[in-house]
Each structure stands twice: as structure tokens, then as C-alpha cells.
């Protein structure tokens, strides 16, 4: 498959550049992959969808405030995003510079302290922080939240917030997963009260996942790192839910990434450490049932996930209605539930299968 295969048109007006005055108030687009068919609705109806004994699985990965400015020796204005923090002075970034810095070169921060570049890796710069508290401590006192670059406005206080989910608790992220998003106290309360059981990953979403594919041909893409953990309290819910019948609904591409890399035959175990998943149609999934997530960008990995799970013929058609109906795309945008057929199995439950216009994954 090519990457132009999962191309559609969208006007930039329905780029949502801020988050609505409350979390759970965007619109959902509701799949049925068994018949074809799709609903408008409103993310507070999410409840009348689930069912008691239904596992929602989220990321409770934190985002840092990873974008710092500085100032080269030279006195040229410096961008700096932070990609991962790989120690405790010492993270891979991307740097906005006119010319890019060399081994040795290093950057004065506001605070009057200074970044080392250490070298290059893959793309990105390594550079190693010289200041006397952690570069986690350093970021919350000089960073910027990292606002994706198709909100073309300047972060403010309230993205300090609204660009967090609400049960964040693990800091690494510099990208939020924004399907989690949607859900605020009220919403998590209401679920709760139907019987829906909550269940976390932490997969540490990089600045890489915004990086286009460079390839054609899909199978020559190569995906960035990124690190995740998925424990055994979770594997054990996961278990428990299909015995009783309940289904696996990932919130987020990057819970489904999470776990599908911490699957093996079939089967779930308890995974530390980095995954570079690609899954595109053809991928035969084994850890869910269903997923809830934003609107992507045209060509993006994401939107071709989304595609190997419920039909890359059936997503775009979905796409081409969200825009007729002026849905709102991307991190601060609206939603898209996407459920089972009836009577289907996943392969993790009995081995059956959902594959709507499915070809292969890469797992390296």
C-alpha cells in the first residue's frame, strides 16, 4: 500500500486550534464496521454505547512542558522540543534553528543555564542540560506546553490544563493522547456508575509522532521509538473482562499501539520497554474490541491504523462525512467511536478476527 492511499481533502478551518469550553462536550462519530454504517452523535452519550463489564483502557501518560527558547552562542534564536528525556540532564529534541549547531555547541535557556549538543541521532539532536535540578524540574520551570504544529497559535495558561487528561499521573509525554481528552470527572463518574471498569497503560507519546511518512510504500516506513509499560494488574483486567464477556475498548491509537506490543501468538504478557509497532491494514488484531479516538491527519500512521482495524475504504468515506458535517479534526477535535460487529471474537478472546481491509505490521 502507499502512503497517497490515505489521503482526503480538509479545509484548515476545521483544524480545531482551541479545546471547547468543556471537555466532554465535542460531537462522536459512532462506526459499525459489520453493516457499513455510521451515527452522528455527542461524546456525552459515550455511556449509552458501554455496557457493564466493558474494560476502557487509557494512556495516563503526562505530557511535559517540553518546548524551551534559548539563544545560540552566536546570538541566534533557538527552538527547542524535547522528542524523549533519556536521563536526567539529557533528552533527544528536535531544534527550530536557521543553522543547524554542530557537536559542542551550546545554548543559553532563559534562566541563564546552557544545553550541550551532544550529537545527532536519526534526525534528532541529543543535548545534555547543564543545570543543577533535573531536566524534568528544569522543563516546569522554563518550558512551554507543546501544542501540536497545526494549532498555529502560541500555548497560554489554560493549555497547561486542557492539554493534560484528567487522570495523567506519569511524566514523559510530550504529545497528549488526545482521544483521552474527551473525558472529564463527570464523565468518568457516570461510566463508573454503569458498571465500565477503567484500565491504564503508560505509552510516553514522542514529538516523532507528528514526523510524516517518508516513504511511498508503506513497507519501507520506519516508525520512531517510543516507551511504554503495560503491567500485570491490567493484564489480569483484561482477562477478567473476556471471561465474563465484557469488551476491550482502547482509548487511543496509542493504548492500542501499547498493547498489540505487548502481545505475542495471541496472547497479552507484561511489557517495559520501546516499541516501534506500524500497523496499517493487513494487521490482524489481538488486545481489543474496539476504539475510541480523534479525527488524524491525512497520510499519518494513525490514520492508518485506524484503517487496519475497521476498513480503509470505510474510514475515508467516514472522514469525507465528518468534513461535510463540519466535525472539528485533531487533538482539540471531536471523537470517533469505533465498535465490533456483532458476534465478533478478537483474536485474543478465541482466536477469530476482525480484518476490514486488512495487509501486515512491523514490529521492530
Known amino acids: 500500500m502507499k502512503k497517497s492511499d490515505f489521503d482526503f481533502e480538509l479545509p484548515p ?47 495516563d501518560t503526562r505530557v511535559l512542558p517540553a518546548r524551551l527558547y534559548g539563544r545560540k552562542e552566536s546570538g541566534g534564536a533557538v527552538e527547542i522540543l524535547i522528542e524523549r528525556v533519556t536521563g536526567a540532564h539529557e533528552a533527544t529534541v528536535q531544534l527550530g534553528v536557521s543553522k543547524k549547531p554542530k557537536a559542542g555547541g551550546r545554548i ?16 534528532f539532536f541529543r543535548l545534555h542540560f547543564e543545570a543543577p535540578e533535573p531536566l524534568e524540574k528544569l522543563l516546569l520551570k522554563l518550558g512551554e506546553m507543546p501544542l501540536p504544529p497545526y494549532i498555529t497559535r502560541h500555548a497560554d495558561a489554560s493549555d497547561m490544563e486542557r492539554y493534560q487528561t484528567v487522570f495523567a499521573r506519569e511524566p514523559g509525554a510530550v504529545a497528549a493522547p488526545t482521544a483521552g481528552l474527551h473525558f472529564d470527572e463527570v464523565m468518568l463518574a457516570t461510566l463508573r456508575q454503569r458498571g465500565v471498569e477503567f484500565g491504564y497503560i503508560t505509552l ?15 513497507k519501507d516506513h520506519r516508525m520512531h ?16 473482562t473476556r471471561a465474563v464477556g465484557g469488551r476491550v ?37 489481538s488486545s481489543i474490541d474496539g476504539l475510541l479516538t480523534n479525527f488524524h491527519l491525512p497520510q499519518s500512521t494513525l490514520l492508518m491504523l485506524v484503517s487496519a482495524l475497521a476498513g480503509r475504504e470505510f ?22 467511536l469505533i465498535l465490533p460487529p456483532a458476534g465478533w471474537v478478537s483474536e485474543g478472546r478465541q482466536r477469530g478476527r476482525w480484518m476490514a481491509g486488512v495487509d501486515r505490521a512491523r514490529l521492530a
Not at 204 to 218: I, S, W
Not at 225 to 240: F, M, P, S, T
Open 204 to 218: 510516553h507519546v514522542g514529538a516523532g509522532t507528528f514526523q510524516p511518512v517518508r516513504t511511498d510504500e508503506l
Open 13 to 59: 478551518e476545521l483544524i480545531a486550534q482551541a479545546p471547547l469550553p468543556e471537555r466532554s462536550a465535542s460531537r462522536m462519530l459512532r462506526l459499525d464496521a459489520a453493516n457499513g454504517t455510521r451515527e452522528d452523535r455527542q461524546f456525552r452519550e459515550l455511556p449509552e454505547l458501554l455496557r457493564a463489564g466493558d474494560l476502557l483502557v487509557f494512556n
Open 315 to 336: 474510514v475515508l468515506d467516514a472522514y469525507r462525512h465528518a468534513v461535510e458535517q463540519r466535525y472539528r479534526f485533531f487533538s482539540y477535535g471531536d471523537a470517533m
Open 249 to 285: 475498548i482502547a482509548v487511543g491509537t496509542t493504548v492500542v499501539r501499547a498493547l498489540e506490543s505487548a502481545s505475542n501468538n495471541g496472547e497479552l504478557h507484561p511489557f517495559a520497554g520501546e516499541t516501534q509497532i506500524f500497523i496499517f491494514p493487513g494487521y490482524r488484531f
Open 225 to 240: 521509538r517510543e516507551w511504554l509499560n503495560v503491567g500485570a494488574h491490567l493484564i489480569g483486567q483484561i482477562r477478567h
Open 108 to 123: 543559553e535557556l532563559a534562566d541563564g543555564s546552557h544545553a550541550v549538543v551532544l550529537g545527532r541521532d536519526e534526525g
